[in-house]
């Protein structure tokens, strides 16, 4: 039996080979589905794993993160190197003592160097290892390493660079700088030094010629108990020799960077499903037009049993194939897609990207998951195949029928949906959550396409003219069930689409505005501690400076999570925040000091609100009572909560009272100003930033961020345009007979082509109409409930229409060219093979 | 944030280097690689050099590779039996001879020399073992005067906060502070022995051809009184401690992969020391070396073919499997003794994994001891 089953599923393998033989196109079309689907997904999930890696190497932001830095005192530039090994002496070793610095190759050109202490830079890694893992030892050895320890350690004219870098600056393995012939030992770009010059500290201090000098220690561990230790280490110390600084930006940026990657890989899945969409229109057509060949075969004697058993073969390959093809593909796609991401991550998040990896793996998930999906997806075909009864009686009303009945089903699943997450989404709290709502809503949209598709065309062919054209309206709807998968991944596309235009285009015009408010002095000066006096002096005494202003910052701590206390001159504090909500009459109270300000991320994670009272450690301190909340101000970007203070406040809790940085207004050129500055103080240009420039920088910054979301955005409108293509492309072929049959009936070529061409124009046109209300709803909910959730930021939604029509120009292009390629083709055709299609 | 990417980037960037380059990092090949590599350019052990004290108590650094080894069998007030062992490890990574040229290279190119400058590496060990729990701790640091290194009056040695500190230029009496992050002890320690010169004068052969070497002395009668804190708990301890100073350029032939060393208080007045270097790879017999010793100061060796030692129990440890319970005969000597751990789990999860705890002895004699298993 086992046998005989193996050469029926056998037999109709080898008859499905000759059919796919025998139309190359749908087999292509399935393919091109999961190519482009695994493509997709492959390509963003290398980006994303290379980038996630690259962080975790090559940067503190994530577990090798120092806890505690010891930096120079105000207005030094360095630590004494005592002060490392007084650490060492005190037990204090998972300390590392850094050295950095720039110097000068022959031809002028500088260059940043890190030096260090190699073996502290290792032990401490191995601790950090050995405790995350416990069970395992410890299998790292200094001794084992090809590294030549014994050249760096001595001093030796050795540093290290990663390969391509070196391959780049330092070809033959030699670099000269401070004239000093350097031999360059280049290690694998694996080891994410980027285009870091690393040596080790013997060297570096002679290089640097610093001797006995560090730029900062880090400390790794627990950093109350550091904190604690270090100062009982330097207790009798006189001189304060360091200041000690926790590093708290992490959290901020972690969970940026998770949700940048959360967004990207939201976009992946997007894209997948739309891949998915089109491979499984290419199955259901080759089914249909299998059906007779399929009844045929049974009718010959072939098991209903081996039939299905070689459909899923049949099914499990192409499955194979495509994802292959994806998956090599995908790597080329991430190839691509990484200078853009290592250009925000590096800009952004000060790492450096680490060069392409793969794993095979991938591969077998992707082919897993694409062959689940493809199953699911077909499941209902091929059951529909089997229940088919042999005296073949599947008329085409009875297609008709059931695609009304599947296209209601859709509807009321998709209402189901939207209902679920209306009712879901005031509740949800959490970013994460409204993402998985907005999922819902994202799968629910297409849903609603083919009933909706279905009324409008009711509708238009009520109110068209009588005779050809309200034939071809007519006809339309009768499109809609073979195109409509197609059409749904293009409104899915389309919708995501819009969807990210309004969120890049609000925030980027929200985040201008504030910028505008908020930078209102031509430039910011932030001074070394002794040198502010000087300044503020200098500028009071300039003619053509007409206010200066000051702001004074502190570090302090709100349910144990690092804020800013901060306060502003006068003029500052009223016109540089733009409130998010305000008691009436709060200027008054906030100048007397009976009320605080609070940023809108700081509200949000803590849900404040204006009234609630707010106390911080400071206020203890200095017996001030806590002061409730007068205005909640908009703060983008800052990863850390910020409270505001009036001056009065400030003094009464007795802090610093000279400004962190200082601004000016100025009437005539800034570059005038900053040269009386840095001749006269005298102050660096690191340490002027004029106004034009902050912005053109965060603007900048922002829009690279952005950029690899658009891309992948349009990614996923292509393969939906690829994918409307080959539907219709299958829509033609199988529509030769009619339109043969209409061009019989003395119906002109150009008219024909004039009918397909409107039919086509009203679907497409239809589903822009419908992605317009639910890119907007994306939009809203990504703005209002995600974005707001996730960062605290609020972004006023601003609709793009240009950005809008845009869209509809590339569907209606994508869906122009698809139509009338084969269009043309067919119409050039002899009118009896068309013909003649019906009865093959 | 900026300031801080270099020191993360380089820890990291030697993770990923050390990682990806240590596939050998195998327990049996992790010693072997440690002790048996290339000599070349080291100053060699040869006979009838006469060790010079206080002098040899410092470090050689025109020697490969060297120790401060002391491992103490002690006693809480409430009697439970701790044992406890500190080793500085001394790892020179260049020769004597390529210093020199390295000096002469950086004479050259305009660099001055720095303090950072070393061609030592120093990696300590340190575990405390009862019968209930074994903890071990390891640093590594650079040569450096103030961090790691010794230093000859008051006589020190010391990597970071882990220090031998003497009252003068001898090695005793002295004071061992050590403060892991589980666990820290400060021992006083005094002996009124003289030191035992092990092998012929100091110069202890370590296989049959006499082609490898090191010079090696002992003290196994070291008194000691102190403290110990487990838990946030002190104790106060007393005890016995050994040292053994061993320095070489070249510890173990090739083919040898790994020894089984004992350190055993036969009773109050003598001891053994005891070791078996093991040659895996079956070309050469292993080989035996002993020595008994008294406190007086008398002593001689045991020669190779005297020792019998056979593992009679093994145990798996997270860092490999270790034979823990040995029958060792020794006839001329009288000796028949079964050694049984204190712990059978005293492996050390270090860069090096290796077994070393406090001992139990019965049979002909009654004692305590220490063992050291490596190369498994």
Known sequence: ?840 | MNRVLPSALLISFITVFITACSPAASPSTGMGQLLNGNAQGYTPVTPNVSLQFPADHMAHNDFRQEWWYLTANLETESKEQVGLQWTQFRIALSPPSAQQTDRQLLANSAIDSSPWQTEQLYMSHTAITSQTQHQAEEKWSRGHQSIAGTQAEPLTIRQDDWQWRSQSKQLFPATLNVASSDFSYQLQLDTTAPFQLQGDNGYSVKNAAGSVASYYYSQPFITVTGSLVRDGKREKVSGHAWLDREWSSQFLSKTQQGWDWFAIRLDSTSTLMLFQLRDDTGEQSHFYSGRRMYQDGRGHNISNQQITMTATAWQQTPSGRYPVQWHIQIPSENIDITTTPLNNDSSMPLSIPYWEGPINISGTHNGMGYMELTGY
């Not at chain 1, 430039?523 to 002794?530: A, E, F, L, Q």
Request: proline share 4%.
């Open chain 1, 1 to 840: 039996m086992s046998s005989q089953l193996g050469l029926t599923v056998r037999l109709s393998l080898a008859v499905f080979a000759r059919h796919y033989l025998k139309a190359p196109l749908q087999a292509g079309a399935i393919l091109l589905g999961f190519i482009l689907a695994v493509m997709l997904l492959i390509g963003v999930r290398a980006t994303n794993e290379n980038a996630v890696r690259s962080y975790s190497q090559a940067t503190e932001l994530l577990s090798q993160r120092a806890q505690l830095i010891l930096a120079p005192v105000a207005g030094k530039k360095v630590i004494a190197d005592s002060v490392y090994i007084r650490l060492r002496q005190a037990g204090v070793t998972q300390s590392l003592a850094v050295l950095a610095g720039t110097v000068t190759d022959s031809k002028g050109q500088r260059w940043d160097i890190q030096a260090s202490d190699l073996i502290a830079a290792l032990s401490i890694q191995q601790y950090q290892s050995k405790s995350n893992d416990t069970a395992k030892p410890a299998k790292v050895s200094m001794l084992s390493s090809g590294i030549p320890l014994a050249k760096l350690l001595s001093g030796k004219p050795y540093i290290l660079m990663s390969e391509s870098h070196a391959e780049q600056v330092a070809p033959k393995g030699i670099l000269e700088l401070e004239g000093v012939m350097l031999s360059v030992i280049s290690v694998s770009d694996e080891f994410g030094l980027g285009n870091a010059i690393l040596m080790d500290i013997s060297l570096g201090q002679q290089l640097l010629d610093r001797p006995g000098e560090l730029s900062y220690i880090a400390l790794f561990g627990n950093a109350s108990q550091l904190t604690a230790k270090v100062s009982q280490i330097f207790s009798q110390q006189s001189i304060k020799q360091f200041e000690l600084a926790e590093q708290d930006e992490g959290e901020g940026l972690t969970s940026l960077t998770r949700s940048f990657h959360l967004n990207l890989t939201a976009m992946s899945l997007l894209a997948f499903v739309v891949g998915l969409f089109i491979a499984y229109n290419g199955v259901r057509y080759s089914l249909l037009k299998r059906q007779k060949l399929l009844v045929q075969l049974q009718q010959q004697g072939v098991p209903q049993r081996a039939l299905l058993i070689a459909l899923f073969l049949e099914l499990f390959g192409l499955v194979i194939i495509g994802s292959v093809l994806g998956f090599i593909l995908g790597l080329q796609l991430s190839h691509w897609l990484q200078p853009m991401i290592a250009l925000t991550l590096e800009q952004l998040y000060g790492a450096r990207l680490l060069p392409g990896l793969w794993q095979w793996s991938w591969l077998y998930q992707a082919i897993g998951l694409t062959f689940v999906a493809a199953i699911c997806a077909c499941l209902p075909l091929f059951n529909a195949l089997a229940k088919q009864p042999l005296a073949r009686s599947s008329s085409r009303f009875e297609q008709q029928r059931h695609a009304g009945k599947y296209q209601r089903i859709l509807f009321v699943t998709a209402i189901g949906l939207l209902t679920l997450a209306a009712t879901l989404f005031p509740f949800s709290r959490d970013y994460q959550h409204s993402l998985i709502l907005l999922g819902v809503v994202t799968v629910a949209i297409p849903l609603l396409l083919p009933l909706s598709l279905q009324l409008c065309l009711s509708v238009a062919t009520r109110v068209s003219r009588n005779g050809l054209w309200q034939y071809a309206v007519a006809e339309s709807k009768e499109l809609i069930a073979p195109l409509s998968l197609a059409m749904m991944a293009m409104l899915l596309a389309l919708t995501a689409n819009i969807s990210m235009n309004t969120l890049v285009g609000s925030f980027e015009i929200t985040l201008k505005n504030w910028l505008d408010a908020r930078l209102y002095a031509d430039i910011y000066i932030r001074p070394p501690n002794d040198k502010i006096e000087a300044t503020q002096t200098l500028l009071a005494k300039q003619a053509k400076v007409s206010a200066v202003y000051g702001q004074w910052v502190h570090k302090s701590h709100y349910q144990n999570a690092p804020i800013s206390l901060m306060t502003r001159d006068v003029h500052s504090l009223r016109n540089s925040n733009q409130m998010k909500a305000q008691v009436d009459n709060l200027w008054p109270q906030f100048f007397e000091g009976s009320a605080l300000m609070i940023s809108e991320p700081m509200a949000i994670k803590y849900r404040l609100e204006v009234g609630d009272l707010v106390s911080l450690p400071e206020f203890k301190n200095a017996s001030q009572p806590p002061l409730p909340i007068g205005a909640i101000f908009y703060d983008y970007g800052n990863p850390l909560g910020q409270v505001i203070v009036s001056q009065h406040t400030w003094q009464r809790l007795a802090l610093s009272s000279s400004p962190t940085s200082i601004a000016a207004s100025y009437t005539g050129e800034i570059a005038e100003l900053e040269h009386i500055l840095q001749q006269q103080i005298p102050l660096s240009a690191a340490q002027m930033y004029n106004q034009a420039k902050i912005k053109q920088r965060a603007l900048e910054i922002f829009k690279r961020t952005f950029s690899i979301t658009l891309v992948l955005n349009s990614l996923t409108l292509m393969v939906a345009a690829i994918g409307l293509f080959s539907a219709c492309l299958m829509l033609t072929q199988a529509r030769q007979a009619p339109l043969a049959r209409l061009y019989a009936l003395g119906v002109s070529r150009n008219q024909l082509r004039g009918i397909v061409s409107l039919q086509m124009l009203l679907i497409v046109l239809f589903t822009c109409l419908l992605a317009l209300p639910a890119g907007a709803l994306l939009g809203y909910l990504l703005i209002n409930k995600v974005t707001l959730q996730a960062f605290g930021w609020s972004i006023a939604m601003v609709w793009d229409w240009h950005a809008y029509f845009q869209v509809v120009l590339i569907a209606l292009g994508a869906s122009a060219l698809a139509v009338l390629l084969p269009l043309y083709w067919q119409t050039r055709k002899p009118l009896i093979t068309s013909l003649q299609q019906e009865a093959l």
